[in-house]
């Protein structure tokens, strides 16, 4: 107990400062005082496993392993180098995401042109994800991030050899960033 009693007043044990003197019981005051001392230790120690967790859950979510160094460093030396994962580098990331967990890869599809804008991909909860994160609407939400309102557009599977303008597939690239995917 960090705490000593002398008299009606209680002094920290470590440095002997006063931390206070009571009219009432001192055994009643030594009782909230080391109940407060409990109560406080046992919130920096659930503060401390939450700061742990979410560095531990932050170093590992998707979104941070795209945005890493190293992930960067794979987009820049693949085929669709000078893009970006929401620009030209979709599909890479979208066959990234199949090869490191089997998710099934779909494009959003402009009717007019008669092209993929974009690749995606889908999850076991029957939502979509791509750099931008997860949702169940996400040609609307692609729709709105792009400024595309009037366009056409629905989401279907990938189909090998359809038209996908100048969006870059790059195998090896794709393997790259699976591989720290489940790094």
């Not at 209680?10 to 009571?22: E, H, R, S, W």
């Not at 580098?89 to 990234?96: D, K, P, R, W, Y």
């Not at 994800?129 to 040609?139: C, P, Q």
Request: glycine share 6%.
């Amino acid at each position: 107990m960090p705490y000593k009693a002398k008299g009606k007043c209680i002094y920290k044990k470590d440095t002997g400062a006063k931390v206070g003197c009571t009219k009432g019981s001192v055994k009643q005051y030594l009782a909230a005082l080391h109940a407060n001392v409990k109560d406080s230790v046992e919130e920096n120690i659930r503060k401390e496993i939450k700061k742990t967790l979410f560095e531990s859950i932050k170093k590992k979510t998707l979104k941070s392993i795209f945005d890493s160094d190293e992930a960067y460093a794979i987009l820049d030396h693949s085929k669709a180098a000078g893009t970006m994962w929401t620009q030209g580098g979709c599909a890479i990331l979208a066959f990234a995401l199949n090869k490191a967990y089997g998710y099934p890869v779909y494009v959003i599809y402009d009717k007019d042109l008669n092209q993929a804008d974009h690749f995606v991909v889908k999850t076991p909860r029957n939502t979509f994800l791509d750099y931008r994160g997860e949702s169940k609407d996400i040609v609307n939400k692609f729709k709105e991030d792009e400024m595309l309102w009037k366009k056409d557009l629905s989401l279907i599977p990938y189909e090998p050899g359809m038209n996908i303008s100048d969006i870059v597939i790059d195998d090896k690239a794709s393997q790259q960033l699976a591989e720290l995917i489940n790094n």
